[in-house]
């Protein structure tokens, strides 16, 4: 079955520490992940996918087929960092996103 | 200004009454999708469509109907059989296997 886990649902850091939240999947073909950043009382939008593998405000991840997971990473947290992250699934011939349940990410001045 | 809209942005329901969401997107995507937002629960499929007059459930189909008669709409139907309607609604678009798209969400509330 296919299934994206976040573990977190709150992971709360201090400006300027580094932040890392976890995702876990499970797929059996090849997978396409993203990570999807809601920020307060704005629409849902994609911030990065493993195909590209680019850093996008100073976010990256890398696909870990080993272990399933894709988790994302800063180094640096800013205070306009905080916001609800979901990490996405797209999978299968229909391409249905599957999401995880989110980590509200919380960065405290 | 291409785009996803959902409207209307707020919708109150009576218990017994069925109501359909608007989802309506402008960006030539063949894919569509309807989302629930629960707290703590994260975004839980309902319904998704690949192409227009053919759409699939989701995970949490029971109690909604959806129709695609166009590309650019995907609206969606809470019928009374749904026992917990009260949720944010979320519509989005994508191209296949590519970036999805969201709407800014229906927020609705059984009084």
């Known amino acids: 079955a296919q299934r994206v886990t976040q573990p977190e649902k709150l992971l709360s850091v201090f400006k300027g520490a580094p932040v890392e939240l976890k995702c876990n999947y499970s797929y059996s073909g090849s997978p396409e992940l993203f990570w999807y950043v809601q920020y307060s009382r704005q629409r849902l939008q994609l911030l990065l996918r493993h195909i590209s593998r680019e850093s996008i405000k100073g976010f990256t991840a890398d696909l870990n087929k080993g272990e399933t997971s894709f988790h994302l990473k800063k180094p640096f947290a800013q205070e306009e960092d905080s916001a609800m992250y979901y990490c996405?699934?797209?999978?299968?011939?229909?391409?249905?996103?599957?999401f995880g349940k989110g980590t509200k990410l919380s960065v405290k001045p | 200004d291409g785009g996803i809209t959902q409207s209307p942005k707020y919708l109150f329901r009576k218990e017994g009454q069925n109501v359909t969401l608007s989802c309506e997107q402008n960006?030539?995507?063949?894919?569509m999708y309807w989302y629930r937002q629960d707290p703590g629960q994260g975004l839980r499929l309902i319904y998704y469509s690949q192409i227009v007059n053919d759409f699939q459930k989701g995970d949490i189909a029971e109690g909604y109907s959806v129709s695609r008669e166009k590309k650019e709409s995907f609206p969606l139907t809470v019928t009374s059989a749904q026992k917990n309607p009260t949720a944010f609604y979320l519509c989005?678009?994508?191209?296949?296997?590519?970036?999805?798209?969201f709407g800014q969400g229906t927020r609705l509330t059984v009084v």
């Open positions: 989005a678009s994508s191209m296949r296997r590519v970036e999805a798209f």
């Open positions: 996405a699934l797209n999978g299968g011939s229909q391409g249905n996103l599957i």
């Open positions: 960006l030539n995507h063949d894919a």
